[in-house]
Nanobody, 125 residues
Framework: QVQLVESGGGLVQDGGSLRLSCAAS????????MGWFRQAPGKEREFVSG????????YYADSVKGRFTISRDNAKNTVYLQMNSLKPEDTAVYYC??????????????????WGQGTQVTVSS
């Protein structure tokens, strides 16, 4: 089972940027479909972005399209989420997720097998 550790969260002003990183353990990182999800207080966990095993295909929620960019470096066992033009409504705990079963990105949290501990992103207005 892959283990995931997120980093890069913090407090940023409206319009600012952050880059989240998710480091994975193990030698088979390349075989996992990866996703980023977020959960705000009182709300359900929601899909933000996902990336295929090779990194050739990426997917975004409509709410972040054009502002966020997902990427991965299989040599470094790491997936990234570059977040630009941040808004107060982006405030949430952001989670990295991995699936060894999926052949393509899924927006459903239940399709992912491993989760990181989460990193807080707070955007002040």
């Amino acid at each position: 089972q892959v283990q995931l550790v997120e980093s890069g969260g913090g407090l940023v002003q409206d319009g600012g940027s952050l880059r989240l990183s998710c480091a994975a353990s193990g030698r088979t990182f390349w075989s996992y479909v990866m996703g980023w999800f977020r959960q705000a207080p009182g709300k359900e966990r929601e899909f933000v972005s996902g990336i295929s095993r090779s990194g050739s295909s990426t997917y975004y929620a409509d709410s972040v399209k054009g502002r966020f960019t997902i990427s991965r470096d299989n040599a470094k066992n790491t997936v990234y989420l570059q977040m630009n033009s941040l808004k107060p409504e982006d405030t949430a705990v952001y989670y990295c997720a991995a699936s060894g079963r999926l052949v393509s990105v899924s927006v459903r949290p239940s399709d992912y097998d491993a989760w990181g501990q989460g990193t807080q992103v707070t955007v002040s207005s």
